[in-house]
């Protein structure tokens, strides 16, 4: 089964607002994460990542937040516009053996950003 | 700069028939992976190509094969189409296969009726 999971399938924040999106993993492995935003009848765009020996990175209007213990991520973004309506996906990559990396996805977060 | 492009963008196809989706990957990159997005889902991984070979492989059945050709494009083949088979088909490419780096296309909405 899957091993990146979302705590909230659906999430409804108002313009200039802050929202937080959640994912739980389950693979102690995994090295890197990544979260992507996916609109309707696009591919998955990158947003931010982060490497498993760090706890925080920030990039413009979004943070990530790594949390090992409990083997939780959150993607925090900041004055939520209507444009960041979209899918997001918390993604993890694992070596699946020698130089092999493979990038799993987790079920995604509906995110509505009402006006 | 080309971004991933695939084709067609949209397909129908009726079950039993086999199908080929098609990526060219973004400038500079050599490896390929596809994904299968089924309806309100994660995209699932189904194998990535570099060098020409497949180097790894999802938990697909043998219907689904691909190719990659010498210019890194690469193709997706689908055989005895199923219903379930209806997705988006998501091509990602990066530069080799020890990387953080994917680059996505829109994909390739087949239905399968």
């Known amino acids: 089964g899957e091993s990146v999971g979302l705590h909230l399938p659906t999430l409804s924040v108002q313009e200039g607002d802050n929202s937080i999106i959640n994912c739980a993993y389950s693979?102690?492995?995994?090295?890197?994460f990544i979260w992507y935003k996916q609109e309707s009848g696009k591919g998955p765009q990158f947003i931010i990542d982060?490497?498993?020996?760090?706890d925080k990175r920030q990039g413009q209007r979004v943070t990530v937040l790594l949390n090992k213990t409990v083997k939780h991520l959150s993607l925090q973004i900041a004055a939520t516009q209507p444009g960041d309506s979209a899918v997001y996906f918390c993604?993890?990559?694992?070596?699946?053996?020698?130089?092999?990396?493979?990038?799993?996805f987790g079920k995604g977060t509906l995110l509505t950003v009402n006006p | 700069d080309a971004g991933v492009t695939q084709s067609p963008t949209h397909l129908i196809k009726t079950r039993g028939q086999q199908v080929t989706l098609r990526c060219s990957p973004k400038?500079?990159?050599?490896?390929v992976s596809w994904y299968q997005q089924a309806l309100g889902q994660g995209p699932q991984f189904i194998f990535q190509?570099?060098?020409?070979?497949?180097?790894q492989r999802g938990n697909f059945p043998d219907r689904f094969s691909g190719h990659q050709f010498p210019n890194y494009s690469s193709e997706l083949n689908v055989n005895a189409l199923l219903l379930g088979d209806s997705a988006l088909y998501l091509c990602?490419?990066?530069?080799?296969?020890?990387?953080?780096?994917?680059?996505f296309g829109s994909g390739t909405r087949l239905t399968v009726v």
């Open positions: 990602a490419s990066s530069e080799g296969t020890a990387t953080y780096g994917y680059t």
């Open positions: 693979n102690s492995a995994s090295d890197y």
């Open positions: 982060i490497r498993s020996n760090m």
């Open positions: 993604a993890e990559i694992t070596n699946s053996g020698g130089s092999n990396y493979k990038l799993t």
């Open positions: 400038s500079g990159h050599d490896t």
């Open positions: 190509y570099y060098e020409e070979e497949e180097r």
